[in-house]
């Protein structure tokens, strides 16, 4: 007789996975999780804020506390979260040709009606990546963390980088493909402009100058 794995119990809905998924982000910034700051990042009103995480609270996702940080059994649901997440927008643009810019919205949508098996059956068909597409961590398959990585604008002139990670940001991925920057591309870090602290970086010789507003959301890591 077939034995099947085990389900989480964990009641989850689309706005409880946009809360846990804030929450772990704020975590791995090194932001304070306030009910000011959940409610910045949703766009919502803090009394919302407030009767979520009493929600979230009771069900032993974040500590009964000020400090809104997640549980471990919190950190374990997100992390799962977002490789499902992930998993989705590897197979949209891999399988199905979606544009790295187009994918997030629809794989927020898919992650929520991925139960474990087809979150097995997806992980295996794809080869179990390790990256999605914006080179964001599947935490299902690879033990690294955001913490082996560095901004661009904290980068040190003279040393060699791979961009390894972008913000899935429409906007960010718009501007990094008409500057010819990919993750994986292996950079040569020149300097800072005095002026504005753009970023003057060469990738295969060619010298680019990146906006220091982008230089926030694109991650590297020193090779």
């Known amino acids: 007789m077939m034995i099947r794995k085990k389900q989480e119990m964990t009641n989850l809905n689309p706005q409880k996975e946009d809360y846990l998924i804030t929450i772990f982000k704020l975590m791995g910034e090194g932001e304070k999780v306030t009910n000011k700051s959940i409610s910045t990042h949703l766009n919502l009103a803090p009394p919302s804020v407030t009767e979520m995480l009493k929600k979230l609270k009771k069900e032993g996702l974040v500590t009964d506390d000020k400090e809104n940080q997640l549980t471990e059994e919190g950190i374990k649901v997100t992390k799962k979260l977002l490789s499902k997440h992930r998993l989705w927008e590897y197979f949209l643009e891999n399988e199905l040709g979606f544009s790295w810019k187009d994918i997030h919205p629809i794989?927020?949508?898919?992650?929520?009606?991925?139960?474990?098996?087809?979150?097995?059956?997806?992980?295996?068909?794809?080869?179990?990546?390790?990256?999605?597409?914006?080179?964001?961590?599947?935490?299902?398959?690879?033990?690294e963390t955001p913490k082996d990585l560095l901004k661009m604008s904290e980068?040190?002139?003279?040393?060699?980088?791979?961009?390894r990670r972008i913000r899935d940001d429409k906007d960010l991925l718009t501007?990094?493909?008409?500057?010819?920057?990919n993750i994986a591309d292996k950079i040569q870090f020149i300097d800072f402009d005095n002026f504005d602290k753009t970023a003057i970086i060469r990738i295969d010789s060619i010298e680019k100058r990146i906006s220091p507003k982008a230089c926030g959301d694109i991650y590297l890591k020193e090779v």
């Open 107 to 143: 794989a927020n949508d898919l992650q929520s009606v991925t139960n474990d098996d087809l979150l097995d059956k997806l992980n295996a068909y794809l080869g179990y990546p390790d990256y999605c597409p914006h080179g964001s961590i599947i935490f299902i398959n690879n033990e």
């Open 155 to 163: 980068a040190v002139p003279g040393k060699s980088y791979i961009i």
């Open 175 to 181: 501007y990094c493909e008409s500057m010819g920057i």
